[in-house]
């Protein structure tokens, strides 16, 4: 393994290292970064006929475009200034813990198919093994750059889709314990069952509606125009994490509701038939939906632009302050009916009800709005009338 | 179709569609380029009992795109199901209340596929991309989503000679159309169905071809003067059919010495009329119409004689007051002042639905 020469990338601000390997030195890095890096794409199917091809044409002595790889800040052993590192240096992070790749997953994935198919023919695995590879690596990445980078290196057959990359922003927050909250994704097999659990995606679908002041959040194209932004909020993120405080403050909504509720529970009314359409059997069902958590996502966004909240230490002091505002009961089933109204007649259910859930909650976090503000009841009924006005 | 490619000669058209499973996605591409491909989510549970080569899929419009407007859809004169009708957002949601219906499932699997291989409008797409079939801002959608959906099962209408254009007048009472129209102001008798029983045409009718005009084309035109103009031309088909059967009728009745010449001349002159031959054809040639149409053209005719202060409270049966209303748009159409304009668009979307009516349930004797 060599360096053959040092770029600085002046968009992202990084060091960009050319190192030449041979495919042995490369497989023997890659592995480990494939098998234990979880945010690292997974394997696309279905493009069998190109990586055949270039199976064989690596047999052949092909040379392969560049590989990009990654080694995030975190990972820097607080290195302040990449440019002025020494070789030696650089080539002792070349570890596979260190590393995440950035373009060339697919042909990684051929390269061990190859090393694989030649395991018994070791005069040609060690021929491949021997032929050389270009790998650049960019050294110093946040979590930011590296998502930047994706996308833009990104271009090729596999894309990766919108909840990768999000995925990928709000990583840490998976295994970071957060008072009370547990995040499951989808291949956690988790069944969301109490207060406190949610779905990952949902809330990053939810902090997406917030910062983005929109209940359908960002999309693909967006989410490269608001690098800029993203990059802001990076800094912003320092000082306050707004993903903590996001999460944290719903839960306490959730928790207070379920209180005011008293525990509400659909399958213990007296009139109980189990085959009526519920949107959620009890507070925390209907609270953790996607549709509700980016409602209040949007909502807070959008109070927070026009300056009526500040941050979300006023939205948690306000929930305390939350009154029921009439019948629980009457009022637990005015939502349920809006909800239901709304799956009736509406183009697109799901966002339509988030659109009314963006309305429920700022009217319910709205100090203007004298008749809704801290009251849940006059909150789900001012939201309908709203809903029926405007959609 | 869907292409991939933008030079419209060498352009290939996704022709082969293969379900990924694990991944619930389905791989789109062309039989003869396997190397590129889309592929496009599907969210619904997958059912996969149906081959796509047993069902047909055609396309309609409306101007109720609620999602959960999901029916099956019943042949009247088989009584049984042939199908499904839905919009195509049911296709991208598991929220409407038949997302978890297997039967309902089947057909969505395979009209999915359908939509995919048969776009009628070439839409061009990016190789490598992920798709969803509709969507929202956030997502890349390859369809519009103004789309309903018929999907037909082939093998149980096999008998029927089965035509879509046979069916477009009794579609249109559950408002699906042929074409895509914005704030129509159609009469909602179609709301709280439980399912869509579709009606063809009466086989006497079938080889009229302005029928098809209509439904097509003609029906969506907008000024109120001329779309009662082309709507009464089914009238005037109908009790130009009448003169002929009566006249065919009579004749025979003559040949076989029933009746003589006398009776013969004054039976013509008695039916000849118009309004005559409009009483039989409400009478006796279309008598088992729907109730619910026929009450709701008398009241938005009685409303608008009322507003035209030409309200006759002794005119009351409806063959005498569609004549009224004729009359009165073909010689005094000038006179509706612009501010009730409304008020006769309420009637010509009411005599929408009676001409369907009539045509449905017209029979000769």
């Avoid at chain 1, 050319?18 to 970064?33: D, G, Q, R, T, V």
């Avoid at chain 1, 560049?66 to 240096?89: H, T, Y």
């Avoid at chain 2, 030409?310 to 005498?320: H, L, P, S, V």
């Amino acid at each position: 393994m060599k360096i053959i020469n040092k770029l600085n990338d002046k968009r992202i601000q990084a060091l960009n290292v050319l190192f030449e390997m041979s495919i042995k030195e490369y497989s023997e890095i890659a592995h480990s970064i494939t098998k234990d890096n979880e945010y690292q794409r997974k394997r696309v199917k279905g493009s069998s006929t190109v990586y055949k091809l270039l199976r064989e044409d690596l047999r052949l002595g092909c040379l392969i475009p560049p590989i990009v790889l990654a080694i995030r800040i975190e990972k820097m052993q607080k290195v302040l200034n990449p440019d002025s590192m020494k070789d030696e240096a650089i080539l002792a992070l070349i570890k596979p813990e260190n590393l995440i790749i950035l373009d060339g997953l697919q042909r990684t994935f051929t390269l061990f198919d190859l090393i694989n198919e030649l395991k018994n023919n070791k005069e040609d695995l060690n021929k491949l093994y021997d032929h050389p590879l270009r790998i650049e690596v960019y050294m110093g990445l946040n979590k930011i750059a590296i998502l930047y980078r994706m996308l833009t290196l990104n271009t090729g057959q596999t894309p990766m889709s919108i909840r990768h990359q999000i995925e990928i922003l709000y990583s840490d927050y998976l295994s970071a314990q957060i008072e009370g909250i547990s995040l499951y994704r989808e291949v956690d097999n988790k069944k969301i069952t109490k207060i406190g659990d949610y779905s990952f995606k949902d809330v990053t679908e939810g902090f997406n509606s917030y910062l983005d002041r929109d209940e359908l959040g960002i999309n693909r194209s967006e989410l490269l125009e608001n690098i800029q932004n993203l990059e802001t909020l990076a800094n912003e993120n320092e000082s306050s994490d707004l993903f903590r405080q996001y999460i944290i403050t719903y839960n306490n909504l959730i928790k207070k509701l379920d209180a005011l509720f008293e525990k509400w529970d659909f399958t213990t009314e007296s009139d109980y038939d189990k085959n009526k359409y519920v949107f959620g059997n009890n507070i925390f069902e209907i609270f953790t939906k996607s549709q509700a958590l980016t409602g209040f996502g949007a909502a807070i966004g959008k109070l927070k632009f026009n300056l009526i909240i500040t941050d979300f230490d006023a939205i948690n002091k306000a929930i305390e302050k939350i009154t029921v505002g009439g019948d629980n009961k009457k009022i637990i089933w005015d939502l349920l009916n809006c909800l239901d109204e709304i799956k009736l007649k509406a183009k697109n259910i799901g966002y339509y009800q988030r659109i009314y859930f963006g309305y429920l909650f700022k009217e319910l976090f709205n100090k203007n709005e004298t008749e809704s503000y801290l009251n849940i009841g006059g909150a789900i009924q001012n939201a309908y009338k709203l809903y029926k006005i405007k959609v | 179709m869907l292409y991939l490619g933008y030079d419209p000669e060498y352009r290939k058209r996704l022709d082969k569609i293969d379900l990924m499973k694990d991944e619930s996605k389905f791989k789109v591409y062309n039989s003869y380029d396997t190397l590129r491909s889309i592929t496009v989510n599907y969210v619904l549970p997958i059912e996969s009992d149906y081959k796509i080569e047993d069902y047909k899929i055609y396309l309609l419009y409306s101007t109720d795109m609620s999602e959960n407007r999901i029916y099956q859809v019943i042949e009247k004169s088989l009584k049984k199901r042939i199908g499904w009708i839905f919009p195509i957002n049911a296709l991208n949601s598991t929220l409407h209340t038949e997302s978890n219906n297997p039967h309902f499932l089947k057909y969505a699997f395979v009209a999915f596929q359908l939509l995919l291989l048969n776009q009628l409008k070439d839409t061009q797409i990016e190789v490598g991309n992920n798709y969803n079939i509709t969507g929202l801002k956030r997502e890349n959608s390859l369809f519009e989503d103004n789309l309903i959906i018929f999907i037909v099962n082939k093998a149980l209408v096999k008998g029927l000679n089965f035509n879509l254009d046979y069916y477009l007048p009794s579609l249109y009472l559950y408002n699906y159309f042929y074409q895509y129209i914005e704030n129509y102001n159609n009469f909602d008798i179609y709301k709280g169905c439980k399912r869509v029983v579709i009606e063809k045409l009466p086989n006497i009718l079938i080889s009229e071809s302005y029928l098809y005009e209509l439904f097509k084309e003609l029906i969506f035109e907008k000024h109120y003067l001329v779309r009662f103009y082309l709507l009464y031309q089914v009238v005037e088909l109908l009790i130009e059919k009448i003169l002929n059967n009566e006249i065919l009728k009579l004749a025979n009745q003559l040949k076989e010495k029933e009746i003589f010449t006398r009776e013969f001349k004054d039976k013509i002159t008695n039916f000849e009329p118009e309004d005559k031959r409009i009483g039989k054809l409400f009478n006796e040639y279309s008598n088992k119409g729907n109730n619910i149409i026929r009450k709701n053209f008398i009241e938005k005719c009685n409303n608008f004689l009322t507003n035209m202060n030409r309200y006759n409270k002794d005119i009351k049966n409806i063959e005498k007051k569609l004549y009224s209303i004729r009359n009165f748009i073909v010689h005094d159409y000038r006179s509706i002042p612009k501010d009730k304009i409304n008020v006769l668009g309420d009637v010509i979307s009411s005599f929408e639905y009676l001409c369907i009516d009539l045509l449905l349930n017209y029979k000769e004797l």
